[in-house]
């Protein structure tokens, strides 16, 4: 249905959680009418839109215009773009920047980047005078897919990634697809590795269609894009709205994810291996591990490894530019990740494509035979 805010096209995907429910609204060409979404929330028509220097390039203007049109002032911060902007110094800056920008308790921050800024911008309104509410504008494929979604915010510390942090749900998110005709190709794929992880992990339809549909998602085809991002919007809030603090079912969303943290510590979380790329390595370590232990069909591995590499990802630990450290020190560092519990290594396992299931216990001597003959294999 059409109002003022929403226009054909847009759709909206509703996060259920008692109190702390919200929607995301999907659509192309949403920056413009941001304002109506955003002014109902304010309690008073002043904010500060938290970015970082290339989504502010290219996009705060457009920001900035909406929220005057609805009589909102705001101030923009503006962050260094990169991963290595989700650390303390960062956040203590962020947190000066908006007490002198004057945000008190009742206003809102607007969240406006890629995931880097929505979980450092995030977690900067959740302990800002304890807590202060903020808006979810996701820019890049992965943000709008994923780190947007679902409430999880911090920074990384020297002992890992996104160590220090908190649960704080948006009022809302703003997800304006067209945004992403700025982003460079190789972080439109990144996030392609987590569109994919939703087929992969619960929903074997989706995974076909984004077999035969992916050359349209990359080219950015609205249509095609914003059913994707839709339908991995859906299948996050279903997964958060029954586990919103990650006590059982939403570790599922971490498939791949075991494997592909220990190579990105291992690259030192650089530009060697964006964040995507190795959650798609990782996930196919997981289909290939997967195979080995007998709990997936052979050949399962192959079609998820060449569906990612189609869609312009890495797909084997081989294609990192420069050495990785042994398959011993990767274990270990797996071994370090906030996922091991009780020094038990957890992985997300498959039966087969949309059948993901958490695997407590994994032997680690399986898991470093694996890596070992894996590794070898360039
Ligand atoms: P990012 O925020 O660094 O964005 C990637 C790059 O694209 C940056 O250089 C950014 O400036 C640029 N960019 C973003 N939008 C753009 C646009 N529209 N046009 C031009 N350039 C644009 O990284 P990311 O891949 O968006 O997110 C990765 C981060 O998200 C990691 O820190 C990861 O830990 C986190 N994450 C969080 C969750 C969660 O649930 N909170 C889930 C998954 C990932």
């Not at 590795?193 to 080219?219: N, Q």
């Not at 798609?280 to 195979?291: D, L, P």
Request: overall charge neutral; charged content about 20%; glycine content about 10%.
């Amino acid at each position: 249905m059409s109002n003022s805010i929403t226009r054909q096209g847009d759709s909206t995907v509703h996060v259920a959680l008692g109190a702390r429910s919200y929607d995301i609204h999907i659509g192309e060409g949403l920056l413009p009418r941001a304002g109506d979404i955003i002014a109902p929330f304010m309690k008073r028509p002043l904010t500060a839109i938290v970015t970082d220097t290339n989504v502010a390039a290219a996009h705060l203007a457009t920001l900035e215009r909406a929220l005057a049109g609805k009589g909102i002032r705001s101030t923009a911060i503006i962050m260094p773009a990169g991963e290595s902007t989700k650390s303390y110094q960062h956040l203590a800056d962020l947190c000066d920047r908006l007490l002198a920008a004057g945000i008190e308790r009742r206003d809102r921050i607007i969240a406006f980047g890629g995931g880097v800024i929505g979980d450092l911008a995030g977690f900067a309104a959740a302990i800002l005078r304890r807590g202060v509410d903020f808006i979810q504008i996701p820019t890049s494929l992965l943000a709008q897919v994923d780190s947007s979604v679902g409430g999880k915010t911090g920074i990384n510390s020297g002992h890992g990634k996104n160590l220090i942090g908190a649960f704080h749900q948006p009022l809302t998110v703003i997800t304006d697809t067209s945004l992403l005709s700025s982003l460079p190709r190789r972080e439109l794929a990144a996030g392609y590795a987590e569109v994919a992880k939703y087929g992969l992990l619960g929903d074997t339809a989706f995974f076909e269609w984004l077999e035969e549909t992916s050359p349209l998602i990359m080219r950015g085809t609205p249509d095609a894009v914003i059913r994707a991002v839709r339908i991995s919007c859906e299948a996050k809030a279903r997964i958060v709205a029954e586990d919103e603090t990650e006590t059982g079912v939403r570790a599922l969303l971490n498939l791949g994810h075991t494997f592909g943290h220990a190579l990105e510590a291992a690259t030192g979380y650089s530009q060697r291996l964006l964040h995507g790329e190795a959650v798609a390595i990782g996930m196919v370590q997981a289909f290939r591990f997967s195979e080995r232990l007998g709990l997936c069909s052979p050949g399962t591995a192959e079609r998820v490894a060449a569906h990612l590499k189609s869609a312009g990802l890495p797909v084997h630990a081989s294609q990192i530019p420069g050495d990785l450290p042994p398959p011993a020190t990767l274990l270990e560092i797996m071994r370090q990740d906030k996922k091991a519990q009780g020094g038990k290594l957890t992985f997300i396992l498959v039966r087969g494509i949309g059948e993901a299931f958490i695997a407590q216990d994994v032997p680690e001597h399986d898991v470093l035979d694996f890596l070992t003959g894996d590794l070898r294999q360039r």
